[in-house]
């Protein structure tokens, strides 16, 4: 069975655009999606910015595997 990236699964279903929504982002991540190129990706949206620190809480695992289940989101 091969992989694929959602990026890929989404370009064989022809969508008109792609939006990002992500509750957290990185500061220090310089990865732009809507660069010049990347005709799929329209916009990319987030709910805060934080600093490069391990967070923990609402559906974010600590290296362990637990933490999923936390109601709120804590950093380490």
């Known amino acids: 069975m091969e992989s694929y990236s959602v990026a ?10 792609v939006n990002i929504v992500t509750l957290v982002k990185r500061k220090v991540n310089t990865w732009n999606p809507t660069t010049p190129g990347e ?3 329209s916009s990319f949206n987030y709910a805060f910015e ?27």
């Open 39 to 41: 005709t799929l990706i």
């Open 8 to 17: 890929e699964y989404l370009e064989v279903k022809k969508p008109a655009s």
């Open 50 to 76: 934080i600093n490069d620190e391990w967070i923990i809480g609402y559906g974010c695992d600590d290296d362990k595997g637990y933490c999923r289940n936390y109601p709120a989101i804590y950093s380490l």
